[in-house]
T-cell receptor, first 111, second 116 residues
Framework: DAKTTQPPSMDCAEGRAANLPCNHS???????VYWYRQIHSQGPQYIIH???NNETNEMASLIITEDRKSSTLILPHATLRDTAVYYC????????????FGTGTRLTIIP | NAGVTQTPKFRILKIGQSMTLQCTQD?????MYWYRQDPGMGLKLIYY???????DKGEVPNGYNVSRSTTEDFPLRLELAAPSQTSVYFC???????????????FGPGTRLTVL
């Protein structure tokens, strides 16, 4: 599976959009981009995933560049409850079901 | 639905002791997983199972054993506890892949284990 690079930490003002970048320059054609988050010491929570098209759900939007070498997770109106560690993961479908977590980005929402 | 439940929440073991971490899910998921998370690090996969009677190793299986006799339960066994196994253990479950992508994994609240 391709490796990912994320900034270790970011701050965002409450009510503003939080944009979390992820580089995955070695991603291959059959690998998906997944985002999970971990609030405090709880179990990780799925946010969104995509292959090459931009995706949106009730939690967030995922923007994947045309060359698929990077992506951005967007939380449109960040709240204090969005303070968490965010993990960007790439994984191949035709393989085992491993999720390989890096160290993620610690997002802090500032009141 | 209770989702994924784990017991115990906390445990302190002495070196060489054994214990079983319990994991149960009520979502009828075929796939189940065990991860460990060391302080300041991401999660690492220990073992996973794609159905009752089928298990496979993940990234860090040494020192652990699993079994899967039912769809609902996926216990993790530590036979001879070592300080290096001090960690937070998360169990997760999911449906099989569909539409070319993996289904989301649902995580339990974790078991915090300390080995002294």
């Amino acid at each position: 599976d391709a490796k990912t690079t994320q900034p270790p930490s970011m701050d965002c003002a409450e009510g503003r959009a939080a944009n979390l970048p992820c580089n995955h320059s070695t991603i291959s054609g059959n690998e998906y981009v997944y985002w999970y988050r971990q609030i405090h010491s709880q179990g990780p929570q799925y946010i969104i995933h995509g292959l090459k098209n931009n995706e949106t759900n009730e939690m967030a939007s995922l923007i994947i560049t045309e060359d698929r070498k990077s992506s951005t997770l967007i939380l449109p109106h960040a709240t204090l409850r969005d303070t968490a560690v965010y993990y960007c993961i790439v994984r191949v479908y035709f393989g085992n079901e491993k999720l390989t977590f890096g160290t993620g980005t610690r997002l802090t929402i500032i009141p | 639905n209770a989702g994924v439940t784990q017991t115990p929440k906390f445990r302190i073991l002495k070196i060489g002791q054994s214990m079983t971490l319990q994991c149960t899910q009520d979502m009828n998921h075929n796939y189940m997983y065990w991860y460990r998370q060391d302080p300041g690090m991401g999660l690492k996969l220990i073992y996973y199972s794609v159905g009752a009677g089928i298990t496979d190793k993940g990234e860090v299986p040494n020192g652990y054993n699993v079994s899967r006799s039912t769809t609902e339960d996926f216990p993790l066994r530590l036979e001879l506890a070592a300080p290096s196994q001090t960690s937070v253990y998360f169990c997760a479950s999911s449906y099989p892949p569909s539409g070319g992508a993996s289904n989301e994994q649902f995580f339990g609240p974790g078991t915090r284990l300390t080995v002294l």
